[in-house]
């Protein structure tokens, strides 16, 4: 599909990462993509039918019919972490605000809300009754979604251009 696509001149974007599955009689290293399903396509929301007539394409990512640009600033963000070589794996979305739970590290089982300060990450606990908060600095790798917390909303749930801009299609499961 990708390259049915990029033989139509559109810009794709397949952001890719490397890891070792365990098969019965070996280890493999395979390359998977970073958002599974997802592949990210430069195209004019105007005249998308090309794009979603292309085997293997379920849909455009948006509201309704409406096609929605995904920040420019993501994307680069995330084309030069692939540049850079670095190990990279996807990792659950998490939003500073966000109801998290430690999921490792001393603190292991702990609910709290996840913040952003000075460059580092805390763990707000609140004692509701006392109306007091305590932040514990934490390593963002020991945090995760808490179980009771509703799903991430998308931003940026708005057209930025009508022209050119980035748009992220889902993709048919190929297993």
């Known amino acids: ?50 794009i979603l007539m292309t085997p293997g394409v379920i849909q455009a990512v948006g509201v309704g019919k409406s096609p929605i640009p995904v920040d ?5 963000a995330i084309q030069t972490a692939v540049r850079s070589g670095l190990p990279r794996q996807p990792w ?7 109801r998290v739970k430690v999921e490792s590290g001393p603190l292991t089982g702990v609910e709290g809300i996840l913040i952003g300060f000075k460059g580092h990450h805390r763990l707000v606990l609140s ?14 790798v020991w945090v995760g979604p808490a179980p009771s917390s509703s799903p991430a ?13 980035r748009f992220t299609l889902p993709l048919q499961d190929q297993s």
């Not at 420019?72 to 680069?76: E, S």
């Open 1 to 50: 599909m990708a390259k049915q696509l990029r033989h139509k001149g559109y810009e794709l974007f397949l952001p890719l990462y490397e890891c070792r599955r365990r098969w019965s009689d070996r280890i493999k290293e395979l390359e998977l993509p970073l958002f599974p399903g997802y592949l990210f396509c430069r195209f004019n929301p105007l005249d998308r039918l090309p």
């Open 92 to 98: 659950p979305f998490l939003q500073i605000g966000q």
């Open 127 to 140: 004692v509701t009754l006392l109306q007091r908060s305590v932040a514990v600095e934490v390593d963002d």
């Open 72 to 76: 420019d600033a993501d994307i680069v």
């Open 153 to 165: 909303s998308a931003r940026g749930t708005h057209p930025v251009r009508i022209s050119e801009s």
